[in-house]
């Protein structure tokens, strides 16, 4: 297990680096002179050159790649052009209520998309079943925006129980966290019901009935931990496209997330900000699919190191 | 019904007019259409036949573990003196994997690819004997060296998938014989497995089911896993017994032309043979049953009576059981000698 973990970290090593790739190059693909940009519209041809020097813009690409990479490591990612602050501190915190955001919204589709989709898949074809699905399409099927916007117009509109905006607070991260959790707990039911369907038809599951199992157990113990295998690789995803999809869901609510902060930067041309950001949210997504690749090695001891 | 020629040994289960169906859009689909057979104490009953004659559906019927939209329709499955299917579901657990077992055809996908031999073992134990973790855990050791698997303290912790297919066939007899069952149900134990380790594991389920003194239904299509285990015979067609003997009247005197057309495509080693026999034609399917006699359309004595009217099971005197017209008073044709007329002379089967 040890070995294996250490191999997966391994294998992410390349990932990163294509990661580290992709963004500093946004740089350079872009159209326009980045140092323009920084420089501004305004800036006449001496202050960008001088601009172009200081950011090292004159170095063959490689040693700008190197200083990139050199500087992104010891937690440099250059100033925001707006603020001139570091990107770091602009990221940092407003960084955390998003992974906060996307952590309740993925424990939350968790929670209720495998409770559903065991149910679904237990009374397969019964008018439970259907509903549950027909749930799930429309959850699966709503706009998260438009789901946020019917919440907020509900519980804290109409019977006040919830503030509108905001977050922190306990009352005030739960209709964010239900807006964003929702879609996901729709993927996680589906998924885990046809899962559960799959393995309960599965050669093991009669030997276990054979053996005089409980059906519970036979539902619980022996299918269950099998029918996990596909799910986990969807929690996993999800979470990921949570951090970086929750920018429509923290602009209903007002939240300062990452993503509000995102757009922000590329409507105000806020280079470094959007580059900085997305490396973060790359890496972040790199994390989460090495967290996934460990937990299935438990779950399923098929795996091998290899 | 009684299949039983010595009467005094006790009769383990006995299978009476066994009727299940599979109700699906098309209609109701008869897998096992009125089977009987009795398994004496201690003795080993085989059941034959291709694939689709519903000789798995009948092992499963007896477990009641038949899923939808299956069911068991009629009849009576009489275990140990109890109506198996007037059981309650809670009561069959309690007979299931402790009195009557099964192991199943396919070894590589019937463990539970999660669990370590050893926590499948030991299950049968927790729950039947109400044993501790631990307490199972050492009584699955003891299993695992009675199956014949090398270093089983190291197998213990193994995972299905570290295992080859003839050891976690082992492993599967190990589960099912836990608890000292009365009954074993093999079905098709060996057919997935390598020639040689065919005959390893039918050796070993034959040792033990002596040493242990359990009953064993197996079902097989093979003849020659008959020839080598089994005590009785029956041979089922297309859901019902075309043929019940003892194994050594049903080889030297075959009765039924489908018991003759399956013994004459075995292979023989005692005389020159350019290639296989083959009975022509396929199985019927189960939604598409003829209403005469079900082997009719392929058999080569068949006349108009045999396609018109099923014929009943019938004793013949001599220990045999067939569902012929040719063996009753109201056969129409020219006198057959259904071994002789169809070319096969009985062989020096081991």
């Known amino acids: ?306 | 019904m009684d299949n039983l020629k010595d009467n005094d040994t006790k009769t383990i289960i006995k299978v009476d007019d066994l009727q299940t169906s599979f109700f699906t859009h098309k209609g109701e689909v008869k897998a096992v259409d009125g089977v009987h057979f009795d398994v004496p104490a201690g003795k080993t009953l085989g059941i034959v036949g291709e694939s689709g004659s519903g000789k798995s559906i009948t092992a499963l019927s007896i477990m009641r573990l038949i899923e939808a939209p299956g069911r068991v329709k009629g009849g009576s499955i009489t275990f140990n003196g109890e109506d198996l299917l007037a059981k309650s579901e809670a009561e069959m657990r309690r007979i299931r994997g402790n009195k009557i077992s099964m192991i199943f055809q396919e070894p590589m996908t019937s463990l539970n690819p999660v669990y370590t031999i050893g926590d499948q073992i030991a299950e049968s134990y927790q729950i039947h004997q109400g044993l501790s973790k631990k307490q199972a855990l050492e009584k699955a050791l003891g299993m695992l060296e009675l199956v014949g698997i090398p270093s089983p303290k190291a197998r213990l912790k193994a995972y299905p998938h570290e295992l080859s297919g003839g050891m976690r066939q082992r492993a599967m007899i190990a589960i099912a014989l836990a608890c000292n069952p009365e009954l074993l149900i093999a079905d098709e134990p060996t057919t997935a497995l390598d020639v040689t380790i065919q005959a390893q594991i039918l050796g070993l389920v034959n040792d033990l089911q002596k040493d242990l003194g359990m009953s064993m239904l197996l079902i097989t299509h093979d003849l020659g896993v008959v020839a080598e285990t089994c005590d009785y015979v029956a041979v089922m067609y297309a859901g019902k017994i075309v043929e019940y003997a003892d194994v050594n009247t049903l080889f030297a005197n075959p009765k039924h032309p489908y018991t003759v057309g399956l013994l004459k495509s075995l292979p023989r080693h005692d005389i020159d043979q350019e290639e296989l026999e083959v009975i022509r034609g396929m199985v019927p399917r189960p939604d598409d049953l003829p209403n005469g006699c079900r082997f009719a359309p392929r058999c080569p004595f068949a006349r108009e009576m045999c396609v018109e009217r099923l014929p009943d099971l019938e004793d013949q005197g001599d220990g045999n059981q067939v569902r012929c017209w040719i063996h009753t008073d109201q056969w129409d044709g020219p006198e057959v000698n259904v071994r002789d007329d169809y070319g096969y002379s009985e062989s020096t089967q081991s």
């Open chain 1, 1 to 306: 297990m040890f070995i294996y973990t250490v191999r997966r970290l391994i294998q992410t090593i390349p990932v990163m680096i294509g990661v580290t790739l992709v963004v500093f190059l946004m740089m350079h693909l872009i159209p326009g002179d980045p140092a323009q940009i920084i420089a501004g519209e305004s800036a006449n041809e001496q202050q960008v050159e001088q601009t172009r020097e200081r950011l090292g813009l004159n170095d063959p690409l490689p040693v700008q790649y190197g200083t990139f990479v050199g500087n992104a490591v010891t937690g440099d990612l250059g100033n925001s052009i707006r603020s001139g602050r570091a990107v770091t501190d602009e990221i940092g915190a407003r960084f955390w209520v998003t992974v906060e955001l996307a952590f309740y919204s993925t424990l939350l589709s968790i929670f209720i998309g495998l409770i559903a989709g065991i149910v679904s898949a237990t009374r397969r074809n019964s008018p439970l079943d259907m509903i549950i699905m027909i749930t799930a399409l429309f959850g699966l099927s709503m706009p998260n925006f438009w789901l946020g916007l019917m919440l907020i117009q509900y519980f804290a509109l109409n019977i006040e129980w919830l503030p509108v905006s905001g977050w922190g607070t306990p009352q005030s991260i739960i209709l964010p966290v239900i807006t964003l959790g929702t879609a996901g707990a729709a993927i996680i039911a589906r998924m885990t019901r046809s899962s559960m369907l799959e393995v309960i038809h599965q050669d093991y599951i009669r030997t276990a009935r054979a053996k005089g199992v409980k059906e519970r157990y036979v539902v619980y113990k022996h299918a269950l931990r099998n029918a996990l295998i596909p799910v986990v690789t969807v929690v996993g995803l999800q979470f990921g496209v949570l951090l970086g999809g929750a920018v429509l869901t923290e602009t209903v609510f007002a939240i300062n997330g990452l993503g509000r902060l995102v757009v922000e930067a590329i409507g105000q041309r806020d280079f470094p900000i959007v580059q900085g950001a997305v490396l973060i949210l790359a890496l972040m997504f790199v994390f989460v699919n090495f967290i996934v690749d460990i937990s299935y090695r438990f779950l399923n001891k098929r795996i091998d190191l290899d």
